[in-house]
T-cell receptor
Framework: GQNIDQPTEMTATEGAIVQINCTYQ??????LFWYQQHAGEAPTFLSY????GLEEKGRFSSFLSRSKGYSYLLLKELQMKDSASYLC??????????FGKGTTLSVSS | DTEVTQTPKHLVMGMTNKKSLKCEQH?????MYWYKQKAKKPPELMFV???????INESVPSRFSPECPNSSLLNLHLHALQPEDSALYLC????????????FGPGTRLTVT
C-alpha cells in the first residue's frame, strides 16, 4: 500500500522559520518532491530529494531520510506570499507522482 | 520555454454534452499526465502517457477518454459527465516518467450542470 502523511494546516508569522514534515510508506521509492500551490493556481516545483540529506535552494530547504521514510521542507524568512498549500509527493518506481493531502500554510504579519 | 498551456481555462457543460480539454507543451517532454483536483484536496492522477502511449490509467471511468495525437499535445475527451466530475483538471509534463520534475499547466476549471 501507499500512505503519505503531512499536517493539514500550519500558521506562522512573517520573518519566522517553519518546518513542514512529511512521512511516507510506499511500495517503491524513486524520489520525493515538494510542490507549492497557491489557491486557484497550478502546483509549482520547489525541490527534489532522492538521496539522504539536505538540499538548499535560497529560502527553501528540503531534507530526506529514506530509512525513516521522512522528509521536511524548511521555509526561512517567511513572507506573506508564502501562504499556500505545500504538497509532498513521492515518485514510486515505475509509476507517476503520488501526492500527500497537502499542508496549508498561513503567514500573518 | 518551460510552459504547459491548457485550454479552455473554464468550461461549463451539461451532462449530455461532449467536450474536450487540450494541453500543449514544447519542452520536448516525453511524459504527459492528466490530474483531477477537487477543492482543498491534492491532485489525483488520472492518466499517464509515455512516448505517446498510454502507460497508466488509474481506473478512470470511460466517460473520460484521453488522447495523445503527438508528443506535444494531450487531449481529454469528456462525455456524459456527472456533477461530481466538476473539478480542476490539471495537465503536466516531464522529461520522462522517472524522477523528473513535473511542470503543471494552469488547469481547466470544469463545472458539470
Amino acid at each position: 500500500g501507499q500512505n503519505i502523511d503531512q499536517p493539514t494546516e500550519m500558521t506562522a508569522t512573517e520573518g519566522a522559520i517553519v518546518q513542514i514534515n512529511c512521512t511516507y510508506q510506499t511500495s517503491g521509492f524513486n524520489g520525493l518532491f515538494w510542490y507549492q500551490q497557491h489557491a486557484g493556481e497550478a502546483p509549482t516545483f520547489l525541490s527534489y530529494n532522492v538521496l539522504d540529506g539536505l538540499e538548499e535552494k535560497g529560502r527553501f530547504s528540503s531534507f530526506l531520510s529514506r530509512s525513516k521514510g521522512y522528509s521536511y521542507l524548511l521555509l526561512k524568512e517567511l513572507q506573506m506570499k508564502d501562504s499556500a498549500s505545500y504538497l509532498c509527493a513521492v515518485n514510486q518506481a515505475g509509476t507517476a507522482l503520488i501526492f500527500g493531502k497537502g499542508t496549508t500554510l498561513s503567514v500573518s504579519s | 520555454d518551460t510552459e504547459v498551456t491548457q485550454t479552455p481555462k473554464h468550461l461549463v457543460m451539461g451532462m449530455t454534452n461532449k467536450k474536450s480539454l487540450k494541453c500543449e507543451q514544447h519542452m520536448g517532454h516525453r511524459a504527459m499526465y492528466w490530474y483531477k483536483q477537487k477543492a482543498k484536496k491534492p491532485p489525483e492522477l488520472m492518466f499517464v502517457y509515455s512516448y505517446e502511449k498510454l502507460s497508466i490509467n488509474e481506473s478512470v471511468p470511460s466517460r473520460f477518454s484521453p488522447e495523445c495525437p503527438n508528443s506535444s499535445l494531450l487531449n481529454l475527451h469528456l462525455h456524459a459527465l456527472q456533477p461530481e466530475d466538476s473539478a480542476l483538471y490539471l495537465c503536466a509534463s516531464s522529461q520522462g516518467t522517472g524522477s523528473y520534475e513535473q511542470y503543471f499547466g494552469p488547469g481547466t476549471r470544469l463545472t458539470v450542470t
